[in-house]
């Protein structure tokens, strides 16, 4: 029997990457929601859908919604004459990336790499953090005008993921250069023309740079990540070279900024409900609790996207192969139906854990943990090395559509 369909809603007003939607992204996806849970954007030509069922019911439906949209983009877009090869180059990198890619061969990746997490470089890593954090708390001025993303969090999880990975200290500044070129491409800014170049800039030099150090710890396997993914092996498969530069270049891309923007994300949060600091710095909330909330709250990962791999009423619409979908989890975590009081930041909600801040299902992220860790060791921190914090400075946050961060955090401080 033919399966009965309904005619999506259509809404040609939408801007999802426009200045209300970056600035405010749980009040213009909440009333997007109200219209339908699911809807069709003409201008992004994607659905864009709102609701928690929906996505849950998306992340769990591999057989309809697919992660590989980068071969078929390649396929699509890059196979002409006229191609610049370094962008095809890049594009073959991020193919190779674990979250853009179904089973079987997403399965044999994460298996593989998982080894590698689980490994004993990845124990011990509170102390490690602890200290990392310590670094950089006590070079922070003890008073004056400071930039909590500047000076604090992205020096904190660009150290982080180095230590982990094993990138020597003194490279560590290179980071945020090609951070900033494939940026823009990986974090779907829908309106950068020159994303392309600078993607292929960005992917070639960090994939170089990947190479040496890959051919360092052949050599000489040391106590870190990348030793573990060269190692990393079942009875008859290992990574191949491709296969470990495009895990580090993930890891280094999913680890820094996304922990990054978790924590400058809470502090603003905690800026604007003062009430909520004076619950963190009285002790009266469990700091994986407030975590948790933060992470619901206002999480660093907005939405994921999915390629509609067959035609499909799944999610109540009638989508058609080869449409995007972007799963707008910022809105899931805000959905009525299921958090009460959603947009209010509630430290010790009694937690059921539902937030799908770390994604859900198949690709849910592989850094939970160590994101987690963290964010509870800087966020207090940050109040504990400041008695007295104020906003001090516009905000501008970066247009993004799948990540949710602040270019910076300007506020006066005060030991
Ligand atoms: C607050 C910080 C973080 C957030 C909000 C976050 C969010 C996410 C989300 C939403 C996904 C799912 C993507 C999808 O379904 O398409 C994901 C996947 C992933 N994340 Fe994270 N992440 C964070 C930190 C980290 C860290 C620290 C690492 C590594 C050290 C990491 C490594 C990964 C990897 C490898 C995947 C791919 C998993 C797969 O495809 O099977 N993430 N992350």
């Known amino acids: ?217 052949r050599k000489d396997p040391e106590d870190n990540l990348l030793s573990e993914l060269i190692k990393a092996q079942d009875d008859k498969d290992a990574l191949s070279e491709d296969e470990i530069i495009a895990t580090c270049t993930l890891v280094l891309f999913a680890g820094s900024e996304t922990t990054a923007n978790l924590i400058a994300n809470a502090i603003l949060a905690l800026l604007r409900n003062p009430e909520q600091m004076s619950l963190i710095r009285s002790g009266g909330v469990k700091i994986t609790d407030a975590v948790e909330e933060f992470l619901r709250f206002d999480g660093s990962g907005k939405a994921v996207t999915r390629v509609v791999r067959e035609d499909t009423d799944a999610l109540g619409v009638s989508m058609k192969a080869g449409q995007r979908v972007f799963l707008i989890l910022a809105a899931a975590n805000h959905d009525p139906s299921v958090f009460e009081d959603p947009d209010k930041l509630v430290l010790n909600r009694s937690w059921e854990r539902k937030h799908i801040a770390f994604g859900y299902g198949l690709h849910s992220c592989m850094g939970l943990q160590l994101a987690r860790l963290e964010a509870a060791i800087a966020i207090p921190g940050i109040l504990g090395k400041w008695s007295h914090i104020e906003l001090d400075g516009e905000l501008e946050w970066h247009p993004q559509l799948l990540s949710r961060g602040l270019k910076a955090l300007p506020v006066k401080v005060s030991a």
């Open 1 to 217: 029997m033919e399966s009965m369909t309904v005619q999506a809603p259509t809404a040609s007003e939408l801007d999802i990457v426009g200045t209300e939607a970056i600035r405010d992204p749980h009040g213009y996806f909440g009333r997007m929601r109200e219209i339908a849970p699911v809807l069709w954007d003409t201008r992004s030509r994607s659905w864009i859908v709102t609701g928690y069922q929906e996505i849950t019911a998306a992340l769990r439906d591999d057989k309809h919604f697919s992660s590989d949209r980068i071969r078929p983009f390649i396929a699509k877009k890059l196979s002409g004459p006229d191609t610049d090869p370094k962008v095809k180059q890049a594009f073959e990198v991020l193919a190779n990336w674990l979250v853009f890619n179904d089973k079987p061969k997403h399965l044999r990746l994460r298996m593989l790499i998982n080894q590698a997490f689980m490994s004993k470089a990845m124990t011990r890593l509170t102390e490690k953090f602890e200290a990392l954090f310590n670094d950089v708390i006590t070079a922070a001025p003890a008073a004056g005008r400071i930039d909590i993303v500047a000076d604090v969090s992205v020096p904190f999880s660009a150290s982080v993921i180095s230590e982990m990975l094993g990138v020597p200290r003194e490279d560590r500044g290179l980071f945020a250069k090609w951070h900033r070129l494939f940026g823009p491409v990986v974090g779907a800014s829908l309106d950068d023309a020159n994303k392309y170049d600078s993607l292929a800039e960005g992917v070639s030099e960090l994939s170089n740079y990947v190479r040496t150090l890959i051919e360092r710890y």
